[in-house]
């Protein structure tokens, strides 16, 4: 019985945990559920559709030409900006490897000493000093360490996200630290696209109201009432929300931590990240440096498989092993990455440990295809010996 190494090279993206959708080979990257961002896009793109059909020729002609102007650079910005908020890593934290969490549980364990059976463990919370405030750090079952202060947990994507504001299923990401701006120029903008598009509605409505009566004008300009309708209460509510974040960023507080209610006044703790001054507020969140994401998505990462074969089977190609007929176990995969530090392969395509020939255990999982477009193969490590 033999084993044949193979190394290969994958994208990291491709091993991350979490919950997320990549695409364009992890240069985007947004949640899993993708519906409500669709209808964001749909009711945007189809909403300015209308006013560029209906209304922007008569008003262009009859007011002033620079009204579709205005509309379109509005329009362009209020996308850019949602794609750059969903497209890209919203701060996600990677999560500890294996030896780390190890190491992680080991130093806990340490520090509360052995617990009675049938008694609780302490919460595993670290203190930290801010601005002279006690913050607490909490831990992550889930990725294995101790959130940074601000990051949180997002169930929907599943990974802990460094300043963690929300998770939008209207733009289809989390909300944090790398993101929060984008999102917020988001809400702002599209409050003044809906406005501008209702205003000139109304406006479009009245002007041609006085020569052709209002029935008429509706009957030539269907798509005006169903714009006016959408506006209306887009309006409230994407105006509200702007409004709710305006108050946010002159706080420097997070969604998170305003539901949680971590700064109110019951816990008695201030919050350390304020500078209680509002323009400086708004300058460190709006204007603040930019980080850069820590997961690497596109770097390159080495996996090894292990697949066995028959001892009496000359060095032989992967292909040739995997197909070999003397072995009851055909192969049997082990991953390793020493170059990832999030490395964490999904449920789903979790290696099994490597097992024994003589153990009659059912078939191991598939090993991936040996050549893809993506995947670079090096045939080449070892051939150990089992027996
Ligand atoms: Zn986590
Ligand atoms: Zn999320």
């Known amino acids: 019985m033999s084993a044949v190494m193979i190394t290969r090279k994958v994208r990291k993206w491709e091993k991350l945990p979490g919950k997320n959708t990549f695409c364009c080979d992890g240069r985007v990257m947004m949640a899993r559920q993708k519906g409500v961002f669709y209808l964001t896009l749909f009711l945007i793109i189809g909403t300015c559709a209308l006013f560029f059909a209906f209304e922007c ?50 130093e806990i364990e340490a520090a509360n000493g052995n617990v009675p059976a049938g008694q609780r463990p302490p919460p595993r919370i670290r203190n930290v000093q801010i601005n002279n405030q006690i913050v607490k750090l909490k831990y992550c079952y889930t990725c294995k360490i101790f959130r940074p202060p601000r990051a949180s947990h997002c169930s929907i994507c599943d990974n802990c996200v460094d300043r963690f504001d929300h998770h939008c299923p209207w733009v289809g990401n989390c909300v944090g630290k790398r993101n929060y701006r984008y999102f917020y120029l988001f809400t702002l903008s599209l409050s003044l696209l809906t406005i501008y598009i209702f205003t000139f509605d109304i406006v479009h409505v009245v002007m041609r109201s006085v020569n052709n009566g209002f029935l008429n004008t509706l009957k030539e300009t269907p798509g005006t009432v169903l714009e006016v309708l959408v506006c209306f209460f887009t309006l409230w509510s994407v105006v509200g929300l702007t409004g709710f974040h305006t108050y946010l960023i002159s706080l420097n507080q997070t969604t998170n931590e305003d539901i949680k209610g971590s700064w109110s006044g019951k816990n008695r703790v201030q919050n350390p990240y304020s500078h209680k001054n509002i323009i400086k507020n708004c300058c460190e969140v709006l204007c603040g440096p930019t980080y850069p994401s820590v997961l690497d998505r596109r770097g390159l990462m080495q996996e090894d498989l292990l697949v066995s074969a028959a001892s009496t089977a000359p ?23 020493p170059l990832l530090p999030n490395e964490h392969t999904p449920d789903e395509a979790k290696p099994s440990i490597a097992v024994s020939p003589k153990e009659e255990l059912p078939p191991a999982p598939k090993v991936p295809p040996l050549a893809s477009p993506e995947t670079d193969v090096e045939t080449s490590i070892a051939k150990d010996k089992a027996h």
């Not at 007011?63 to 750059?84: D, G, K, N, Q």
């Not at 060095?315 to 990455?337: C, D, M």
């Open 57 to 106: 020729p008569y008003l262009a002609v009859h007011l002033s030409p620079t009204i579709p102007v205005f509309a379109a650079l509005l329009f362009l910005f209020v996308m850019a900006m949602l794609l750059r908020t969903s497209f890209s890593d919203p701060g996600v934290l990677p999560r500890a490897l294996p030896e780390e969490a190890t190491f992680i549980e080991m």
């Open 315 to 337: 060095a032989s190609s992967p292909s040739s092993s995997s197909s070999s007929s003397t072995n009851p176990v055909p192969q049997t995969t082990k991953t390793t990455a």
